[in-house]
């Protein structure tokens, strides 16, 4: 079964607005990773946030963990065109198995 | 580190022929995966191994379907009379099990159409 389940299944914001996607899974966890895919290209890892964390920030990327409510968050500030891709979350509890993931479109 | 290679990129095949896709991981990987992603889904995940043990493989993975890691590096999938359904990118991804916070590493995949 899957682990990490991402909404909305999809996402239109224009540029320079902030895009949230979010992510529940079903196991107790040690961390969770969020990962980008951009069209007919493999993943690429972006954030991973350990169980014991409830923030973490990269760049323009922020991430939460709510381990009690089995949930995770990813923002994107000020987004860009470029941002326009899938993105997915897994954990390893259940063999990385990843979601359908969050299209996101970010219009110029 | 020249990252996860998969070989070929693309292929096409007529039904019931069979086809193999090889992947390279990141040298000093243990683990490796293979998912395969039909357009507009996620990766679904198909198997994978710790060095050369396959440790798990999804039930949705018909017989037709084979895997091999021989030496605990790179590592091949076979898929025997191929069907249009097998049509689709089959990804291959490495990570240092046991280390800790160590994410996948993805090759860009094998698109794969049977026609």
């Known amino acids: 079964s899957q682990q990490g389940e991402e909404d909305p299944q999809a996402l239109s914001i224009q540029e320079g607005e902030n895009a949230t996607m979010n992510c529940s899974y079903k196991?107790?966890?040690?961390?969770l990773q969020w990962y980008r895919q951009n069209s007919g290209r493999g993943l690429v890892h972006l954030i991973l946030?350990?169980?014991?964390?409830r923030e973490k920030h990269s760049g323009r990327l922020r991430v939460t963990l709510d381990t009690s409510k089995k949930s995770s968050s990813l923002l994107i500030t000020a987004s860009r065109a470029a941002d326009t891709a899938s993105y997915f979350c897994?954990?390893?509890?259940?063999?990385?198995?990843f979601g359908a993931g969050t299209r996101l479109t970010v219009k110029p | 580190d020249t990252g996860v290679s998969q070989d070929p990129r693309h292929k096409i095949t007529k039904r019931g022929q069979n086809v193999t896709f090889r992947c390279d991981p990141i040298s000093e990987h243990n683990r490796l995966y293979w998912y395969r992603q039909t357009l507009g889904q996620g990766p679904e995940f198909l198997t994978y191994f710790q060095n050369e043990a396959q440790l798990e493989k999804s039930r949705l993975l018909s017989d037709r379907f084979s895997a091999e890691r021989p030496k605990g590096s790179f590592s091949t999938l076979e898929i025997q009379r191929t069907e249009q359904g097998d049509s689709a990118m089959y990804l291959c991804a490495s990570t240092s099990a046991g280390t800790g916070d160590s994410p996948l590493h993805f090759g860009n995949g094998t698109r794969l159409t049977v026609t």
């Open positions: 196991t107790s966890i040690n961390n």
């Open positions: 897994a954990t390893e509890e259940n063999d990385m198995r």
């Open positions: 946030i350990r169980s014991n964390e």
